[in-house]
T-cell receptor
């Protein structure tokens, strides 16, 4: 998988938007950008994915830079339940070698 | 629909023993992957099964093995347990191998917490 770089931790206030950045300068043209999150004592949970265009779903939005070398996961209105470790993943080769999880970003939400 | 079910949730074993963990994927999902999560190494891919065949394997010793049944349920086995095998073992399912990449992502279970003493 192509390498991704994320901040170790971020802090935000409840009910405010959160922008979680991810750099992936070695991304190839066919690499999808995936985001997962892991809440305490649970397995990872799929959040969103995209290829070139910005994407929205009920959980979040994914903004992809025009050159695809970076992306940003946007939580529009953070709640305490969004406190988790967020992973940005670029699975390559159809995921033939599974998903490579880095350290991710530990998101802390303050009430 | 029911999610990915892993049993047992917690397990304590003694060094040298063997252990078998079970994973039932989401109904209709035919691909099952296994991951190991430790504080030091994070989440690491173990192997993936589809149609009762192992498609690929991560960088783990031969003590780690798995299998998949015709109903897509999967088991993983660790023989001759070592203290370092203490970890959270997670299983993930998708409809087809690689479809988790281009489509809806993989669905993970809550894991089995294995402690080796």
């Amino acid at each position: 998988d192509a390498k991704t770089t994320q901040p170790n931790s971020m802090e935000s206030n409840e009910e405010e938007p959160v922008h979680l950045p991810c750099n992936h300068s070695t991304i190839s043209g066919t690499d999808y950008i995936h985001w997962y999150r892991q809440l305490p004592s649970q397995g990872p949970e799929y959040v969103i994915h995209g290829l070139t265009s910005n994407v929205n779903n009920r959980m979040a939005s994914l903004a992809i830079a025009e050159d695809r070398k970076s992306s940003t996961l946007i939580l529009h209105r953070a709640t305490l339940r969004d406190a988790a470790v967020y992973y940005c993943i670029l699975p390559s080769g159809g995921g033939a070698d599974g998903l490579t999880f880095g350290k991710g970003t530990h998101l802390i939400i303050q009430p | 629909k029911a999610g990915v079910t892993q049993t047992p949730r917690y397990l304590i074993k003694t060094r040298g023993q063997q252990v078998t963990l079970s994973c039932s994927p989401i109904s209709g999902h035919r691909s099952v992957s296994w991951y190991q999560q430790t504080p030091g190494q994070g989440l690491q891919f173990l192997f993936e099964y589809f149609s009762e065949t192992q498609r690929n394997k991560g960088n783990f010793p031969g003590r780690f093995s798995g299998r998949q049944f015709s109903n897509s349920r999967s088991e993983m086995n660790v023989s001759t347990l070592e203290l370092g095998d203490s970890a959270l073992y997670l299983c993930a399912s998708s409809f087809l191998p690689g479809q988790g990449i281009a489509n809806y992502g993989y669905t993970f279970g809550s894991g089995t917490r294995l402690t080796v003493v």
